[in-house]
């Protein structure tokens, strides 16, 4: 069964810290990588789509890289508006597969 | 603007149905592909089924499959979830969200850039 392994499931960091978020696929698939940011209570936000392309109005502190099976988001100069979970998703094709999620705390 | 809006959630006992609605409004529903995808309290996000653009094509995630029908009605810009035998472990947040595109035999993959706010299921004896 595919598989997407998220990485890690929670971090605290300070403001002002670069963060990175790992995602893992069990099968490589191109590009098609999604990440999604969901504060407590809220929908999720897609901030990152075609594994490195910022959505409009997401700030640029923001980004994603990698290809195959392999992705990372980064957080540079975390704020506290910040505090999420954080999902990656490939949809490549159907069924959508997610990851378990990233708590993103400040320290 | 492009607005998803679920509703049909509620409290139910195991065993029972529900049917859950989306309406999509702010843009043309018969060009997407639309998902229902779930959420557990204080778990993740877990795709549930899809349904192509046109409804020719049906998904289903192997443990809804048989229980769980996904339909839509595009001339009334509207996304349907059919629950059947409920049980304790479908208790989630529904989301509906917007998928990949197809206009004018062109097709294009997309991530979903706009979701639904969520109706809840509730099953409990």
């Known amino acids: 069964d595919f598989q997407m392994t998220q990485s890690p499931s929670s971090l605290s960091a300070s403001v002002g810290d670069t963060v990175t978020i790992t995602c893992r696929a069990s099968q490589g698939f191109g590009n098609y990588l999604a990440w999604y940011q969901q504060k407590p209570g809220k929908v999720p936000k897609l901030l990152i789509y075609a594994a490195s392309t910022l959505q409009s109005g997401v700030p640029s502190r923001f980004s994603g890289a990698g290809s195959g099976t392999d992705f990372t988001l980064t957080i540079s100069s975390l704020q506290p508006e910040d505090v999420a979970t954080y999902y990656c998703?490939?949809?490549?094709?159907?069924?959508?597969?997610f990851g378990q999620g990233t708590r993103v705390e400040i320290k | 603007q492009v607005q998803l809006v679920e509703s049909g959630g509620g409290v139910v006992q195991p065993g029972t149905s529900l049917r859950l609605s989306c309406e999509a409004s702010?843009?043309?529903?018969?060009?997407?592909?639309t998902h229902w995808v779930r959420q557990a309290p204080g778990k993740g996000l877990e795709w549930v089924a899809a349904i192509s653009y046109d409804a020719s094509r049906t998904y289903y995630a192997d443990f809804v499959k048989g229980r769980f029908t996904i339909s839509r009605d595009n001339s009334q810009n509207t996304l349907f979830l059919q629950m059947n035998s409920l049980t304790t472990e479908d208790t989630a947040v529904y989301y509906c969200?917007?998928?990949?595109?197809?206009?004018?035999?062109?097709?294009?993959?997309?991530?979903?850039?706009?979701w639904g706010q969520g109706t809840l299921v509730t099953v409990s004896s």
């Open positions: 998703q490939k949809y490549d094709n159907i069924p959508w597969a």
């Open positions: 702010g843009f043309t529903f018969s060009h997407y592909a």
């Open positions: 969200a917007r998928g990949s595109w197809c206009i004018g035999g062109r097709c294009g993959l997309m991530a979903s850039d706009y």
